[in-house]
């Protein structure tokens, strides 16, 4: 079955560490996204890509950077970890617009120290 | 802009007791709209959705009506189940990719 996966699953890491989660995804879908949620802010988007070598800035995306080489990875780099970038952060990919829904992968829980 | 705003939670309900989650929106154009899950330690998962005016999303009992003159999208279930305990999100896609989110309302159900 298609799917999408997220490694790690749970990271702890240094203020000032640069760190990389991945993301990839079966479906050959052309778009990919990546969230962070925290408490009280629900979903918001850091990062998104509508196909190989596009990049988009979303609403938060200070202090985090994405590259697409191929269509199924979409990793999210952390350039210079900070305590505020402790959450928990989501990939997901979508086929087309309209109402085509997203779908999610598990996450990966973050902790900067 | 386009935004989502659903009520607040945390929502604690005894079993078999009726929900309601209220979701309205602002949007640019036409909207399709959307109600996703999270169950504890877990990705979001799509719950029902609906693309244009007067359309009904329905799932595993839940029901949803996107009403153009209100701006809404509520959630509702007849009666509700502990299995039914997770956070909700009410979420809108217009033109373009972009998914626009509601901060998410958690839900107990209590036997």
């Known amino acids: 079955d298609a799917e999408i996966t997220q490694s790690p699953r749970h990271k702890i890491t240094e203020t000032g560490r640069q760190v990389t989660l991945a993301c990839h995804q079966t479906?050959?879908?052309?778009?990919m996204f990546w969230y962070r949620q925290d408490l009280g802010h629900g979903l918001r988007l850091i990062h998104y890509?509508?196909?190989?070598?596009?990049?988009n800035k979303g609403e938060v995306s200070d202090g985090y950077s994405v590259s697409r080489s191929n269509t199924e990875d979409l990793p999210l780099t952390l350039e210079s970890a900070a305590s505020s970038q402790t959450s928990v952060y989501f990939c997901a990919s979508r086929p087309g617009q309209g109402g085509d829904e997203q779908y999610f992968g598990p996450g990966t829980r973050l902790t900067v120290t | 802009g386009n935004s989502v705003t659903q009520m607040e939670g945390p929502v604690t309900l005894s079993e078999e007791a009726f929900l309601t989650i209220n979701c309205t929106y602002t949007?640019?154009?036409?909207?399709?709209l959307f109600w996703y899950v999270q169950y504890p330690g877990e990705g979001l998962q799509l719950l029902l959705k609906a693309t244009k005016a007067d359309d009904k999303g329905s799932n595993k009992g839940f029901e949803a009506t996107y009403r153009k003159e209100t701006t809404s999208f509520h959630l509702e279930k007849g009666s509700v189940q502990v299995s039914d305990s997770a956070v909700y999100f009410c979420a809108l896609s217009v033109s373009g990719n972009q998914f626009y989110f509601g901060t998410g309302t958690s839900l107990t159900v209590i036997p």
């Open positions: 479906w050959n879908h052309n778009n």
């Open positions: 949007a640019t154009g036409y909207p399709s």
């Open positions: 890509s509508y196909g190989v070598q596009d990049t």
